[in-house]
């Protein structure tokens, strides 16, 4: 498994969780149950901790990592991502908090002390600088990321049933089935 430790610290990885071949879990990671890490995505927990909460995917060429504890921020910016949520391709998550079921669209960087709240949709290619509020039900996108509008019901629902859809993909894997 690509599991590794940092300062003998090791990953901790729940229930049914899939880890492909070329993903790396570095450190200090906590990855709920059912959660998939799919190809090269690096999570790397060796600053400060990672916690991934149930359901979660991150998806191919994705990063997540943390910004270390000091006498200016002593808790450092660890990386906590909430119950079924969605990062999409070649994400980087540094140092910020994503809530439940939100969906962190292909190539969106996401900075140090950002707060996504529940039920957030941040567009494709978006930029989030550190700090940043966004607001549970709203759509975001841009560089700076901006708020263009609040989500319907119907996206809201999409959230979930994104994170849903990567569980029955990964469940294929861990069964050694096709997608």
């Given at each position: 498994?690509?599991?590794?430790?940092y300062?003998?610290t090791?990953?901790?990885?729940?229930e049914r969780?899939?880890?492909?071949?070329t993903a790396?879990?570095?450190?200090?990671?906590?990855?709920?149950?059912?959660?998939s890490i799919?190809c090269?995505?690096v999570?790397?927990g060796?600053?400060?901790?990672?916690?991934?909460?149930e359901?979660s995917?991150?998806?191919?060429f994705?990063?997540?990592?943390?910004?270390?504890r000091?006498?200016?921020?002593p808790?450092?910016?660890?990386l906590?991502?909430?119950?079924y949520v969605?990062?999409?391709h070649s994400?980087?998550?540094?140092?910020c908090?994503?809530?439940?079921e939100c969906?962190?669209g292909?190539?969106s960087?996401?900075?140090d002390?950002?707060v996504?709240e529940?039920?957030?949709?941040l567009g494709a290619?978006?930029l989030?600088?550190?700090?940043?509020?966004?607001?549970?039900?709203?759509l975001y996108?841009?560089?700076p990321?901006a708020?263009v509008?609040?989500?319907t019901?119907a996206e809201?629902?999409y959230?979930?049933?994104s994170?849903e859809?990567y569980?029955r993909?990964k469940?294929?894997?861990l069964?050694g089935?096709d997608a």
């Amino acid at each position: 498994m690509p599991v590794s430790s940092y300062l003998n610290t090791r990953p901790v990885l729940g229930e049914r969780v899939y880890l492909h071949d070329t993903a790396q879990v570095i450190g200090d990671v906590q990855i709920g149950d059912d959660c998939s890490i799919w190809c090269n995505s690096v999570l790397r927990g060796d600053v400060n901790r990672i916690v991934i909460g149930e359901g979660s995917n991150i998806q191919d060429f994705s990063m997540g990592h943390v910004s270390h504890r000091n006498a200016a921020k002593p808790d450092g910016s660890p990386l906590t991502i909430g119950k079924y949520v969605t990062i999409g391709h070649s994400v980087i998550l540094h140092g910020c908090t994503i809530g439940d079921e939100c969906l962190i669209g292909m190539g969106s960087i996401v900075m140090d002390d950002v707060v996504v709240e529940k039920h957030v949709m941040l567009g494709a290619g978006s930029l989030v600088s550190p700090g940043k509020v966004l607001e549970s039900g709203h759509l975001y996108v841009g560089r700076p990321a901006a708020k263009v509008r609040a989500l319907t019901e119907a996206e809201i629902a999409y959230l979930r049933y994104s994170a849903e859809h990567y569980v029955r993909v990964k469940n294929n894997y861990l069964a050694g089935g096709d997608a």
